[in-house]
Protein backbone atom coordinates (compact mmCIF):
# COMPACT_ATOMS: atom_id res chain seq x y z
CA UNK A 1 0.00 0.00 0.00
CA UNK A 2 2.64 2.66 0.77
CA UNK A 3 4.66 1.44 -2.08
CA UNK A 4 1.25 2.68 -4.39
CA UNK A 5 0.23 5.59 -2.35
CA UNK A 6 4.31 6.69 -3.42
CA UNK A 7 3.65 5.61 -7.21
CA UNK A 8 0.50 7.64 -7.32
CA UNK A 9 1.62 10.95 -5.60
CA UNK A 10 4.64 10.66 -8.63
CA UNK A 11 2.08 9.93 -11.30
CA UNK A 12 0.19 13.15 -9.67
CA UNK A 13 2.97 15.45 -8.94
CA UNK A 14 5.70 14.08 -11.48
CA UNK A 15 7.72 17.73 -10.38
CA UNK A 16 8.50 15.81 -7.03
CA UNK A 17 10.52 13.82 -9.14
CA UNK A 18 12.36 16.44 -10.93
CA UNK A 19 12.97 18.29 -7.61
CA UNK A 20 14.80 14.82 -5.70
CA UNK A 21 16.81 14.40 -9.08
CA UNK A 22 18.24 18.13 -8.48
CA UNK A 23 18.80 17.36 -5.28
CA UNK A 24 20.38 14.32 -5.39
CA UNK A 25 22.66 15.79 -8.41
CA UNK A 26 23.39 18.63 -6.66
CA UNK A 27 24.52 16.33 -3.64
CA UNK A 28 26.79 14.50 -6.05
CA UNK A 29 28.84 17.45 -7.68
CA UNK A 30 29.49 19.36 -4.67
CA UNK A 31 30.65 15.94 -2.79
CA UNK A 32 32.47 15.53 -5.44
CA UNK A 33 34.48 18.98 -5.41
CA UNK A 34 34.51 18.37 -1.32
CA UNK A 35 36.00 15.08 -2.06
CA UNK A 36 38.47 16.46 -4.37
CA UNK A 37 39.26 19.25 -2.76
CA UNK A 38 40.45 17.16 0.89
CA UNK A 39 42.17 15.00 -1.52
CA UNK A 40 43.80 17.67 -3.43
CA UNK A 41 44.73 19.28 0.29
CA UNK A 42 46.08 15.84 1.64
CA UNK A 43 48.18 15.16 -1.42
CA UNK A 44 49.54 18.94 -1.07
CA UNK A 45 50.59 18.47 2.79
CA UNK A 46 52.37 15.18 1.60
CA UNK A 47 54.09 16.24 -0.99
CA UNK A 48 55.61 19.36 1.04
CA UNK A 49 56.92 17.24 3.50
CA UNK A 50 58.63 15.27 1.48
CA UNK A 51 60.48 18.41 -0.08
CA UNK A 52 60.94 19.60 3.64
CA UNK A 53 62.62 16.27 4.69
CA UNK A 54 64.53 15.99 1.43
CA UNK A 55 65.86 19.61 1.76
CA UNK A 56 66.59 19.50 5.77
CA UNK A 57 68.38 16.68 5.41
CA UNK A 58 70.28 18.28 2.54
CA UNK A 59 71.29 21.34 4.03
CA UNK A 60 72.46 19.35 7.57
CA UNK A 61 74.78 17.41 4.94
CA UNK A 62 76.00 20.76 3.89
CA UNK A 63 76.17 22.26 7.19
CA UNK A 64 78.34 19.02 8.65
CA UNK A 65 80.25 19.39 5.09
CA UNK A 66 80.98 23.33 5.85
CA UNK A 67 82.23 22.22 9.55
CA UNK A 68 83.98 18.32 8.73
CA UNK A 69 86.60 20.67 6.41
CA UNK A 70 87.52 23.06 9.08
CA UNK A 71 87.36 20.41 11.58
CA UNK A 72 89.97 18.57 9.96
CA UNK A 73 92.62 21.65 9.02
CA UNK A 74 92.30 22.70 12.56
CA UNK A 75 93.43 19.23 14.01
CA UNK A 76 96.22 18.96 11.58
CA UNK A 77 97.39 22.65 13.68
CA UNK A 78 96.59 20.98 16.93
CA UNK A 79 98.90 17.93 16.41
CA UNK A 80 101.57 20.49 15.39
CA UNK A 81 101.50 23.28 17.81
CA UNK A 82 100.96 20.28 20.85
CA UNK A 83 104.63 19.13 19.99
CA UNK A 84 106.63 22.36 18.81
CA UNK A 85 106.33 25.70 17.99
CA UNK A 86 106.76 26.85 14.22
CA UNK A 87 110.02 28.10 13.35
CA UNK A 88 108.79 30.83 11.41
CA UNK A 89 106.02 33.19 12.35
CA UNK A 90 105.64 34.14 8.49
CA UNK A 91 105.84 30.96 7.00
CA UNK A 92 103.01 29.86 9.69
CA UNK A 93 100.53 32.51 8.76
CA UNK A 94 101.37 32.26 5.26
CA UNK A 95 100.16 27.89 5.91
CA UNK A 96 97.07 29.75 7.70
CA UNK A 97 96.29 32.15 4.76
CA UNK A 98 96.81 29.78 2.30
CA UNK A 99 94.06 27.19 4.17
CA UNK A 100 91.37 29.78 4.41
CA UNK A 101 91.66 30.43 0.42
CA UNK A 102 91.11 27.10 0.09
CA UNK A 103 88.07 26.54 2.21
CA UNK A 104 85.40 29.39 1.27
CA UNK A 105 83.15 28.97 4.14
CA UNK A 106 86.58 30.86 6.36
CA UNK A 107 87.21 34.34 7.16
CA UNK A 108 90.29 33.64 9.24
CA UNK A 109 92.39 31.21 11.50
CA UNK A 110 94.22 32.36 14.39
CA UNK A 111 95.96 30.70 16.87
CA UNK A 112 95.48 32.41 21.04
CA UNK A 113 97.93 31.73 23.83
CA UNK A 114 97.03 30.54 26.95
CA UNK A 115 96.11 34.29 27.87
CA UNK A 116 93.80 34.57 24.73
CA UNK A 117 96.28 36.72 23.03
CA UNK A 118 96.51 36.01 19.52
CA UNK A 119 100.23 34.60 18.29
CA UNK A 120 99.50 33.33 14.94
CA UNK A 121 96.97 34.53 12.22
CA UNK A 122 95.67 34.00 8.79
CA UNK A 123 95.08 37.68 8.34
CA UNK A 124 96.76 40.50 9.89
CA UNK A 125 97.58 40.09 13.59
CA UNK A 126 95.12 41.77 15.56
CA UNK A 127 95.83 42.70 19.67
CA UNK A 128 92.66 41.63 20.59
CA UNK A 129 91.93 39.48 23.44
CA UNK A 130 89.61 36.72 23.54
CA UNK A 131 89.82 35.42 26.94
CA UNK A 132 86.65 36.85 27.83
CA UNK A 133 85.03 34.71 25.46
CA UNK A 134 82.67 31.82 26.55
CA UNK A 135 84.73 29.20 23.94
CA UNK A 136 88.26 29.89 25.83
CA UNK A 137 87.10 29.87 29.22
CA UNK A 138 85.61 25.92 27.66
CA UNK A 139 88.50 24.74 26.70
CA UNK A 140 90.76 26.17 29.32
CA UNK A 141 88.61 24.26 31.46
CA UNK A 142 87.88 21.16 29.68
CA UNK A 143 90.20 18.48 28.30
CA UNK A 144 89.91 17.18 25.02
CA UNK A 145 89.99 18.16 21.33
CA UNK A 146 86.93 18.00 20.08
CA UNK A 147 85.64 21.09 17.91
CA UNK A 148 83.41 23.46 19.39
CA UNK A 149 81.07 25.73 17.76
CA UNK A 150 80.19 28.80 19.09
CA UNK A 151 78.24 32.06 18.46
CA UNK A 152 76.80 34.19 17.00
CA UNK A 153 79.43 36.31 18.22
CA UNK A 154 79.99 40.10 16.78
CA UNK A 155 83.63 40.24 15.27
CA UNK A 156 86.08 42.55 16.98
CA UNK A 157 87.64 43.04 13.93
CA UNK A 158 84.56 43.15 11.43
CA UNK A 159 81.59 44.14 13.71
CA UNK A 160 79.87 41.33 11.48
CA UNK A 161 77.88 38.19 13.42
CA UNK A 162 80.30 35.07 13.44
CA UNK A 163 80.35 31.52 14.04
CA UNK A 164 83.58 30.79 16.09
CA UNK A 165 84.80 26.82 15.57
CA UNK A 166 87.77 26.00 18.22
CA UNK A 167 90.00 23.25 19.43
CA UNK A 168 91.86 23.31 22.82
CA UNK A 169 95.60 22.76 22.69
CA UNK A 170 97.08 20.88 24.95
CA UNK A 171 100.77 20.11 26.46
CA UNK A 172 102.39 17.74 24.91
CA UNK A 173 104.30 16.18 28.06
CA UNK A 174 102.02 17.20 31.20
CA UNK A 175 98.78 17.85 28.88
CA UNK A 176 97.72 21.15 30.76
CA UNK A 177 96.37 23.96 28.60
CA UNK A 178 98.41 25.31 25.46
CA UNK A 179 95.81 27.79 24.05
CA UNK A 180 93.23 27.14 21.21
CA UNK A 181 93.23 27.12 17.57
CA UNK A 182 90.20 29.17 16.41
CA UNK A 183 88.17 29.70 12.87
CA UNK A 184 85.51 31.77 12.31
CA UNK A 185 82.71 31.22 9.59
CA UNK A 186 80.27 34.62 8.64
CA UNK A 187 76.74 33.85 9.77
CA UNK A 188 76.39 35.45 6.01
CA UNK A 189 77.95 31.95 4.50
CA UNK A 190 75.40 30.48 5.82
CA UNK A 191 72.16 32.84 5.01
CA UNK A 192 73.48 33.53 1.32
CA UNK A 193 73.75 29.53 1.02
CA UNK A 194 69.72 29.36 2.12
CA UNK A 195 68.80 32.71 0.28
CA UNK A 196 69.14 30.46 -2.93
CA UNK A 197 66.05 27.90 -2.16
CA UNK A 198 62.70 28.87 -2.78
CA UNK A 199 60.32 28.18 0.20
CA UNK A 200 58.01 30.39 -0.04
CA UNK A 201 56.74 33.92 1.70
CA UNK A 202 57.07 33.71 5.42
CA UNK A 203 59.33 30.69 4.69
CA UNK A 204 62.65 30.16 6.53
CA UNK A 205 65.90 28.27 7.06
CA UNK A 206 67.90 27.95 10.45
CA UNK A 207 70.85 26.66 11.30
CA UNK A 208 71.07 26.38 15.13
CA UNK A 209 73.58 24.84 17.64
CA UNK A 210 72.90 21.96 20.15
CA UNK A 211 71.77 24.24 23.10
CA UNK A 212 69.14 25.67 20.90
CA UNK A 213 71.34 29.55 19.58
CA UNK A 214 70.47 30.57 15.86
CA UNK A 215 73.62 30.85 14.40
CA UNK A 216 72.25 31.70 10.97
CA UNK A 217 68.37 32.61 9.50
CA UNK A 218 67.26 33.09 6.87
CA UNK A 219 65.11 35.43 5.37
CA UNK A 220 65.14 37.32 8.43
CA UNK A 221 68.79 37.13 9.85
CA UNK A 222 67.53 36.16 13.80
CA UNK A 223 70.78 35.28 14.80
CA UNK A 224 71.19 34.47 18.10
CA UNK A 225 68.43 34.05 19.54
CA UNK A 226 67.76 31.05 21.94
CA UNK A 227 65.53 28.50 20.85
CA UNK A 228 66.20 26.45 24.14
CA UNK A 229 62.48 26.95 25.50
CA UNK A 230 60.76 25.89 22.59
CA UNK A 231 58.81 22.34 21.94
CA UNK A 232 62.17 21.80 19.40
CA UNK A 233 64.35 21.60 22.21
CA UNK A 234 62.14 20.79 25.42
CA UNK A 235 60.37 17.65 23.72
CA UNK A 236 60.99 16.77 19.80
CA UNK A 237 64.32 16.37 19.53
CA UNK A 238 64.44 14.59 22.51
CA UNK A 239 62.21 11.98 20.86
CA UNK A 240 63.38 12.03 17.55
CA UNK A 241 66.03 13.49 15.30
CA UNK A 242 64.44 13.64 12.58
CA UNK A 243 60.71 15.15 12.56
CA UNK A 244 58.31 17.16 10.73
CA UNK A 245 55.11 18.40 12.14
CA UNK A 246 52.72 21.91 12.22
CA UNK A 247 54.04 25.16 14.42
CA UNK A 248 53.43 28.33 15.41
CA UNK A 249 56.50 30.54 14.16
CA UNK A 250 58.60 31.87 17.40
CA UNK A 251 59.82 34.06 15.28
CA UNK A 252 56.49 35.85 13.21
CA UNK A 253 53.66 34.16 14.42
CA UNK A 254 52.62 32.31 11.37
CA UNK A 255 51.27 29.06 11.09
CA UNK A 256 53.85 27.04 9.44
CA UNK A 257 54.77 23.28 8.98
CA UNK A 258 58.19 22.85 10.02
CA UNK A 259 60.71 19.91 9.45
CA UNK A 260 63.97 19.82 11.36
CA UNK A 261 67.32 16.84 11.68
CA UNK A 262 69.92 17.16 14.39
CA UNK A 263 73.02 16.34 12.80
CA UNK A 264 75.05 12.93 13.95
CA UNK A 265 78.65 14.40 13.94
CA UNK A 266 78.74 17.61 15.53
CA UNK A 267 75.51 19.60 17.73
CA UNK A 268 73.84 21.32 15.31
CA UNK A 269 70.23 21.37 14.09
CA UNK A 270 68.98 22.47 10.58
CA UNK A 271 65.07 23.56 10.28
CA UNK A 272 63.31 24.64 7.56
CA UNK A 273 59.63 26.02 7.67
CA UNK A 274 57.04 26.43 5.16
CA UNK A 275 54.05 28.46 5.70
CA UNK A 276 51.13 26.60 5.31
CA UNK A 277 49.08 29.53 2.94
CA UNK A 278 52.41 29.57 0.84
CA UNK A 279 51.94 25.41 0.51
CA UNK A 280 48.05 24.95 -0.04
CA UNK A 281 47.88 28.12 -2.49
CA UNK A 282 47.88 26.01 -5.20
CA UNK A 283 45.30 23.78 -3.83
CA UNK A 284 42.92 26.77 -3.12
CA UNK A 285 43.40 28.18 -6.06
CA UNK A 286 42.50 24.39 -8.02
CA UNK A 287 39.76 24.55 -5.18
CA UNK A 288 38.54 28.04 -6.41
CA UNK A 289 38.45 26.86 -10.24
CA UNK A 290 36.36 23.71 -9.10
CA UNK A 291 34.19 25.45 -7.47
CA UNK A 292 33.26 27.55 -10.50
CA UNK A 293 32.89 24.67 -12.54
CA UNK A 294 30.10 23.03 -9.47
CA UNK A 295 28.37 25.88 -9.65
CA UNK A 296 28.05 26.43 -13.55
CA UNK A 297 26.92 22.59 -13.27
CA UNK A 298 24.93 23.05 -10.26
CA UNK A 299 23.06 25.75 -13.05
CA UNK A 300 22.59 23.83 -15.82
CA UNK A 301 21.34 21.33 -13.69
CA UNK A 302 18.73 23.78 -12.51
CA UNK A 303 18.61 24.55 -15.99
CA UNK A 304 17.74 21.31 -17.32
CA UNK A 305 15.16 20.67 -14.08
CA UNK A 306 13.22 23.73 -14.97
CA UNK A 307 12.38 22.36 -18.41
CA UNK A 308 11.38 19.22 -17.24
CA UNK A 309 9.08 20.57 -14.86
CA UNK A 310 7.86 22.25 -17.53
CA UNK A 311 7.74 19.48 -19.91
CA UNK A 312 5.98 17.25 -17.28
CA UNK A 313 3.44 20.42 -16.71
CA UNK A 314 2.45 20.15 -19.94
CA UNK A 315 2.57 16.29 -20.41
CA UNK A 316 -0.07 16.73 -16.91
CA UNK A 317 -2.20 18.95 -19.29
CA UNK A 318 -2.20 16.59 -21.71
CA UNK A 319 -2.74 13.47 -19.96
CA UNK A 320 -5.78 15.19 -18.54
CA UNK A 321 -7.60 15.52 -21.97
CA UNK A 322 -6.83 12.31 -23.08
CA UNK A 323 -7.74 10.30 -20.26
CA UNK A 324 -10.80 9.51 -21.75
CA UNK A 325 -9.66 8.64 -24.89
CA UNK A 326 -7.45 5.97 -23.61
CA UNK A 327 -9.83 4.53 -21.19
CA UNK A 328 -11.69 3.92 -24.61
CA UNK A 329 -9.16 2.00 -26.55
CA UNK A 330 -7.35 0.65 -23.50
CA UNK A 331 -8.62 -2.91 -24.28
CA UNK A 332 -8.28 -2.55 -27.75
CA UNK A 333 -4.09 -1.65 -27.27
CA UNK A 334 -3.95 -4.41 -24.29
CA UNK A 335 -4.81 -6.74 -26.76
CA UNK A 336 -2.50 -5.92 -30.02
CA UNK A 337 0.49 -5.28 -27.81
CA UNK A 338 1.82 -9.04 -29.10
CA UNK A 339 2.00 -9.67 -32.74
CA UNK A 340 -0.76 -12.06 -33.80
CA UNK A 341 0.00 -14.19 -36.88
CA UNK A 342 -2.24 -16.72 -38.70
CA UNK A 343 -0.27 -19.63 -41.01
CA UNK A 344 -1.41 -22.23 -43.02
CA UNK A 345 -0.69 -25.75 -43.05
CA UNK A 346 2.44 -24.87 -45.40
CA UNK A 347 3.65 -21.79 -43.16
CA UNK A 348 3.00 -19.18 -45.40
CA UNK A 349 1.35 -15.73 -43.28
CA UNK A 350 -2.29 -15.18 -44.37
CA UNK A 351 -2.63 -12.47 -41.96
CA UNK A 352 -0.59 -10.56 -39.68
CA UNK A 353 -1.44 -7.81 -36.74
CA UNK A 354 -0.74 -3.75 -37.31
CA UNK A 355 1.53 -4.29 -34.06
CA UNK A 356 4.25 -5.84 -36.43
CA UNK A 357 5.19 -2.66 -37.34
CA UNK A 358 6.00 -1.29 -33.69
CA UNK A 359 7.44 -4.51 -32.68
CA UNK A 360 9.91 -5.41 -35.44
CA UNK A 361 9.79 -2.42 -37.54
CA UNK A 362 7.74 -4.45 -40.66
CA UNK A 363 4.82 -3.36 -42.53
CA UNK A 364 1.98 -6.17 -43.51
CA UNK A 365 2.68 -5.99 -47.02
CA UNK A 366 5.82 -7.38 -46.16
CA UNK A 367 4.81 -10.18 -44.20
CA UNK A 368 1.79 -11.64 -45.74
CA UNK A 369 1.81 -14.16 -48.31
CA UNK A 370 5.27 -15.33 -47.46
CA UNK A 371 6.76 -18.39 -45.42
CA UNK A 372 7.21 -17.42 -41.83
CA UNK A 373 11.09 -18.43 -42.12
CA UNK A 374 11.61 -16.02 -44.62
CA UNK A 375 11.62 -13.96 -41.40
CA UNK A 376 13.53 -16.32 -39.34
CA UNK A 377 17.43 -16.50 -38.06
CA UNK A 378 19.20 -19.14 -40.10
CA UNK A 379 20.24 -20.76 -37.16
CA UNK A 380 16.83 -20.83 -35.43
CA UNK A 381 15.19 -22.18 -38.83
CA UNK A 382 15.23 -25.88 -37.83
CA UNK A 383 13.21 -24.76 -34.22
CA UNK A 384 10.36 -23.13 -35.76
CA UNK A 385 10.18 -25.71 -38.86
CA UNK A 386 9.61 -28.23 -36.02
CA UNK A 387 7.30 -26.61 -34.66
CA UNK A 388 4.33 -28.19 -36.20
CA UNK A 389 5.57 -31.69 -34.70
CA UNK A 390 4.18 -30.11 -31.29
CA UNK A 391 0.59 -29.09 -32.51
CA UNK A 392 -1.65 -32.35 -31.55
CA UNK A 393 -5.42 -32.77 -31.72
CA UNK A 394 -6.07 -31.48 -28.09
CA UNK A 395 -5.48 -27.77 -29.36
CA UNK A 396 -2.81 -27.60 -26.94
CA UNK A 397 -0.61 -24.44 -26.65
CA UNK A 398 2.75 -24.71 -27.44
CA UNK A 399 5.99 -22.63 -27.45
CA UNK A 400 9.03 -21.98 -29.10
CA UNK A 401 12.24 -19.04 -28.20
CA UNK A 402 13.66 -17.37 -31.91
CA UNK A 403 15.45 -15.17 -33.42
CA UNK A 404 14.22 -12.29 -36.19
CA UNK A 405 16.37 -10.26 -38.16
CA UNK A 406 14.47 -6.61 -38.63
CA UNK A 407 14.54 -4.39 -41.73
CA UNK A 408 17.62 -2.08 -40.16
CA UNK A 409 19.51 -5.41 -39.58
CA UNK A 410 19.33 -5.51 -35.71
CA UNK A 411 18.06 -8.94 -33.95
CA UNK A 412 14.94 -8.98 -31.76
CA UNK A 413 14.38 -12.72 -29.93
CA UNK A 414 10.01 -13.17 -30.11
CA UNK A 415 8.30 -15.81 -28.08
CA UNK A 416 5.76 -17.70 -30.11
CA UNK A 417 2.98 -19.31 -28.50
CA UNK A 418 0.79 -20.86 -31.06
CA UNK A 419 -1.77 -23.36 -30.93
CA UNK A 420 -4.10 -25.18 -34.09
CA UNK A 421 -7.14 -23.32 -35.21
CA UNK A 422 -9.99 -24.17 -37.81
CA UNK A 423 -12.02 -22.47 -40.73
CA UNK A 424 -9.74 -19.57 -40.71
CA UNK A 425 -8.89 -20.49 -44.08
CA UNK A 426 -9.84 -22.53 -47.53
CA UNK A 427 -7.34 -24.59 -46.88
CA UNK A 428 -8.85 -25.84 -43.47
CA UNK A 429 -6.25 -26.29 -40.96
CA UNK A 430 -4.21 -22.95 -40.13
CA UNK A 431 -1.82 -21.83 -36.73
CA UNK A 432 -2.69 -18.58 -34.65
CA UNK A 433 0.71 -17.30 -33.48
CA UNK A 434 1.12 -14.68 -30.66
CA UNK A 435 4.66 -13.20 -30.66
CA UNK A 436 6.21 -11.21 -28.05
CA UNK A 437 9.34 -9.56 -27.76
CA UNK A 438 11.37 -10.95 -25.58
CA UNK A 439 15.14 -9.51 -26.30
CA UNK A 440 15.45 -7.74 -22.99
CA UNK A 441 14.19 -11.20 -20.99
CA UNK A 442 17.30 -13.17 -23.19
CA UNK A 443 19.69 -10.21 -22.14
CA UNK A 444 19.51 -10.64 -18.78
CA UNK A 445 19.23 -14.52 -19.03
CA UNK A 446 22.57 -14.41 -21.13
CA UNK A 447 24.08 -11.99 -18.35
CA UNK A 448 22.81 -14.41 -15.96
CA UNK A 449 24.11 -17.17 -17.22
CA UNK A 450 27.57 -15.59 -17.70
CA UNK A 451 28.02 -14.10 -13.96
CA UNK A 452 27.04 -18.08 -12.77
CA UNK A 453 29.92 -19.10 -14.87
CA UNK A 454 31.93 -16.33 -13.53
CA UNK A 455 30.86 -17.48 -9.77
CA UNK A 456 31.82 -20.83 -10.17
CA UNK A 457 35.47 -19.44 -12.14
CA UNK A 458 35.70 -17.24 -8.56
CA UNK A 459 35.13 -20.25 -6.20
CA UNK A 460 37.85 -22.02 -7.44
CA UNK A 461 40.38 -19.67 -8.34
CA UNK A 462 42.14 -17.41 -5.85
CA UNK A 463 41.44 -13.95 -6.21
CA UNK A 464 45.45 -12.55 -5.53
CA UNK A 465 47.19 -14.83 -7.11
CA UNK A 466 44.28 -16.17 -9.84
CA UNK A 467 46.20 -19.70 -9.16
CA UNK A 468 43.79 -22.26 -8.26
CA UNK A 469 42.45 -22.09 -4.70
CA UNK A 470 43.18 -24.75 -2.08
CA UNK A 471 39.50 -26.53 -2.93
CA UNK A 472 40.08 -26.45 -6.43
CA UNK A 473 43.47 -28.10 -5.55
CA UNK A 474 42.10 -30.88 -3.70
CA UNK A 475 40.04 -32.29 -5.80
CA UNK A 476 42.31 -32.05 -8.85
CA UNK A 477 45.11 -33.88 -6.42
CA UNK A 478 42.82 -36.28 -5.92
CA UNK A 479 41.46 -37.27 -9.10
CA UNK A 480 45.01 -37.11 -10.31
CA UNK A 481 45.56 -39.58 -8.15
CA UNK A 482 43.30 -41.91 -8.70
CA UNK A 483 43.78 -41.95 -12.56
CA UNK A 484 47.83 -41.87 -12.73
CA UNK A 485 50.21 -44.31 -11.73
CA UNK A 486 52.76 -41.70 -11.56
CA UNK A 487 52.65 -38.70 -9.93
CA UNK A 488 54.64 -36.17 -8.29
CA UNK A 489 53.73 -33.66 -5.95
CA UNK A 490 55.52 -30.14 -5.10
CA UNK A 491 54.82 -28.29 -1.48
CA UNK A 492 56.36 -24.59 -2.04
CA UNK A 493 57.31 -22.35 0.28
CA UNK A 494 58.46 -18.49 0.43
CA UNK A 495 61.50 -18.15 2.66
CA UNK A 496 61.34 -15.42 5.67
CA UNK A 497 57.93 -14.15 4.25
CA UNK A 498 57.00 -12.77 7.52
CA UNK A 499 60.17 -11.02 7.57
CA UNK A 500 59.17 -9.59 4.18
CA UNK A 501 55.76 -8.38 5.33
CA UNK A 502 57.05 -6.95 8.25
CA UNK A 503 59.71 -5.06 6.69
CA UNK A 504 58.33 -3.56 3.33
CA UNK A 505 54.49 -4.25 4.57
CA UNK A 506 51.49 -6.33 3.07
CA UNK A 507 51.10 -4.21 -0.44
CA UNK A 508 54.90 -5.25 -1.48
CA UNK A 509 54.08 -8.88 0.01
CA UNK A 510 50.90 -9.10 -2.12
CA UNK A 511 52.84 -8.08 -5.26
CA UNK A 512 55.59 -10.86 -4.20
CA UNK A 513 53.13 -13.63 -4.04
CA UNK A 514 51.77 -12.24 -7.41
CA UNK A 515 54.78 -12.62 -8.98
CA UNK A 516 55.90 -15.90 -7.66
CA UNK A 517 52.49 -17.42 -8.37
CA UNK A 518 53.37 -16.48 -12.03
CA UNK A 519 56.66 -18.31 -12.21
CA UNK A 520 55.18 -21.04 -10.65
CA UNK A 521 51.80 -20.96 -13.39
CA UNK A 522 54.47 -20.70 -16.39
CA UNK A 523 56.87 -23.71 -14.96
CA UNK A 524 53.62 -25.85 -13.79
CA UNK A 525 51.81 -25.33 -17.00
CA UNK A 526 54.73 -26.37 -19.51
CA UNK A 527 55.27 -29.18 -17.39
CA UNK A 528 51.57 -30.35 -17.85
CA UNK A 529 50.96 -29.85 -14.24
CA UNK A 530 48.82 -27.87 -11.80
CA UNK A 531 49.44 -25.07 -9.81
CA UNK A 532 47.59 -23.67 -6.43
CA UNK A 533 47.65 -20.82 -3.70
CA UNK A 534 48.26 -23.48 -0.83
CA UNK A 535 47.28 -20.73 1.84
CA UNK A 536 49.36 -17.94 2.87
CA UNK A 537 52.98 -17.78 1.13
CA UNK A 538 52.88 -21.58 0.24
CA UNK A 539 52.05 -22.74 -2.97
CA UNK A 540 51.53 -26.73 -3.66
CA UNK A 541 52.30 -28.55 -7.62
CA UNK A 542 50.76 -31.38 -9.02
CA UNK A 543 52.87 -33.33 -11.71
CA UNK A 544 50.29 -36.36 -13.09
CA UNK A 545 52.40 -38.72 -15.47
CA UNK A 546 56.06 -37.06 -13.46
CA UNK A 547 58.76 -39.31 -11.29
CA UNK A 548 60.09 -38.07 -8.33
CA UNK A 549 63.37 -37.13 -10.27
CA UNK A 550 61.86 -35.89 -12.90
CA UNK A 551 59.80 -33.42 -10.76
CA UNK A 552 63.37 -32.43 -8.84
CA UNK A 553 64.36 -31.28 -12.20
CA UNK A 554 60.87 -28.90 -12.50
CA UNK A 555 61.45 -28.19 -8.33
CA UNK A 556 64.97 -26.78 -9.58
CA UNK A 557 64.14 -24.75 -12.53
CA UNK A 558 61.32 -22.71 -10.28
CA UNK A 559 63.80 -22.07 -7.66
CA UNK A 560 65.84 -20.45 -10.19
CA UNK A 561 62.81 -18.93 -11.77
CA UNK A 562 62.31 -17.03 -8.39
CA UNK A 563 65.84 -15.94 -7.86
CA UNK A 564 65.58 -14.54 -11.36
CA UNK A 565 62.80 -12.52 -10.56
CA UNK A 566 65.31 -10.90 -8.18
CA UNK A 567 62.43 -9.53 -5.40
CA UNK A 568 64.58 -7.38 -3.05
CA UNK A 569 64.42 -8.56 0.46
CA UNK A 570 65.64 -6.51 2.92
CA UNK A 571 65.23 -9.09 5.91
CA UNK A 572 66.65 -12.26 4.35
CA UNK A 573 70.33 -13.16 4.66
CA UNK A 574 70.98 -14.35 1.16
CA UNK A 575 69.31 -10.40 -0.50
CA UNK A 576 66.71 -11.75 -2.98
CA UNK A 577 63.61 -13.75 -2.43
CA UNK A 578 63.65 -17.51 -2.36
CA UNK A 579 61.55 -20.21 -2.25
CA UNK A 580 61.94 -24.04 -0.46
CA UNK A 581 60.60 -27.09 -2.15
CA UNK A 582 59.41 -30.17 -0.90
CA UNK A 583 58.85 -33.20 -3.40
CA UNK A 584 56.91 -36.83 -3.33
CA UNK A 585 56.23 -39.52 -5.58
CA UNK A 586 52.92 -41.46 -5.40
CA UNK A 587 55.40 -44.61 -5.93
CA UNK A 588 57.22 -43.98 -3.08
CA UNK A 589 54.31 -43.99 -0.51
CA UNK A 590 51.25 -45.24 -2.50
CA UNK A 591 48.28 -44.99 0.17
CA UNK A 592 46.31 -42.14 -0.69
CA UNK A 593 46.91 -38.41 -2.03
CA UNK A 594 46.80 -37.52 1.50
CA UNK A 595 49.70 -39.22 2.96
CA UNK A 596 51.37 -37.62 -0.42
CA UNK A 597 50.53 -34.52 0.37
CA UNK A 598 51.80 -34.81 3.85
CA UNK A 599 55.59 -36.56 1.99
CA UNK A 600 55.84 -33.78 0.10
CA UNK A 601 55.22 -31.27 3.09
CA UNK A 602 57.83 -33.11 5.46
CA UNK A 603 60.43 -33.19 2.50
CA UNK A 604 59.27 -29.41 2.43
CA UNK A 605 60.18 -29.00 6.36
CA UNK A 606 63.61 -30.97 5.58
CA UNK A 607 64.36 -27.97 2.98
CA UNK A 608 64.26 -25.15 5.36
CA UNK A 609 65.41 -26.92 8.28
CA UNK A 610 68.49 -27.60 6.00
CA UNK A 611 69.38 -23.74 5.46
CA UNK A 612 65.98 -23.10 2.66
CA UNK A 613 66.17 -22.18 -0.51
CA UNK A 614 66.62 -25.81 -1.79
CA UNK A 615 64.63 -28.11 -3.23
CA UNK A 616 64.53 -31.86 -0.97
CA UNK A 617 62.95 -35.27 -2.43
CA UNK A 618 60.96 -37.28 -0.19
CA UNK A 619 63.29 -40.03 -0.87
CA UNK A 620 65.92 -38.49 -0.02
CA UNK A 621 65.15 -38.79 3.66
CA UNK A 622 66.65 -41.67 5.80
CA UNK A 623 64.02 -43.58 7.84
CA UNK A 624 64.29 -41.63 11.31
CA UNK A 625 63.70 -38.52 9.28
CA UNK A 626 60.99 -39.19 7.06
CA UNK A 627 58.87 -40.23 10.25
CA UNK A 628 56.78 -37.24 9.71
CA UNK A 629 56.95 -34.69 12.70
CA UNK A 630 53.64 -33.06 14.82
CA UNK A 631 52.07 -30.47 12.39
CA UNK A 632 52.74 -28.11 14.98
CA UNK A 633 56.08 -28.58 14.90
CA UNK A 634 56.37 -27.79 10.79
CA UNK A 635 57.78 -24.22 10.35
CA UNK A 636 56.43 -23.33 7.46
CA UNK A 637 55.58 -19.77 8.20
CA UNK A 638 59.03 -17.82 7.43
Known sequence: ??????????????????????????ACVLGLVAWKAALGREMALTRNEDDVRNLVHSLTQHAVHSFQAPDVAMGGLVDLLKYRKPESAARFNAYLANTVRSLPQLREIKVLDVNGDAIYSSGELQTHNNADRAYFHFHRDTPGNELRISGPFKSRTTGLPTIVLSKRISDAATGAFAGIVMATIPCDYFAGFYQSFRIGEHGAISLITGDGKVLARWPEGSSGRDLSGTPLFQTRLKQDPVGYYRITSPFDGIAKYFGYEQADRYPIVVTVARSEAQILAGWQQALRRDAL?????????????????????????????????????????????????????????????????????????????????????????????????????????????????????????????????????????????????????????DELSTATRRLAQLATTDGLTRLANRRSFDGFL????????????????????????????????????????????????????????????????????????????????????????????????????????????????????????????????????????????????????VASPPLADLDLAG
Not at 408 to 436: K, M
Request: glycine residues 6%.
Open 1 to 26: MPSRRLHARIQHHPTMVVWALVVLMS
Open 478 to 625: REAYEHNSVLSVLMIDIDHFKGFNDTLGHQAGDDCLRQIAGAIDQIAARSGGQAARYGGEEFAVVLPGLTEERAMEIAEQLRQSVINLDIRHPAAPRGPVTISIGVADKQEIGSNDIALLRQADIALYRAKDAGRNRAVASTSLHSAE
Open 293 to 445: VAFVLLLVVAGIATLLARQFHYRTRLEQSLCEREARYRLLAENIADIVLVLDARGVCRYVSQSIHAALGMTEDMVVGRSCLDFVHPDDHEIVANSGSLLDESSHSRSITFRVRRPDGSIVWLESNFRPARGLGPEGRSTVAVLRDVTQRKLLE
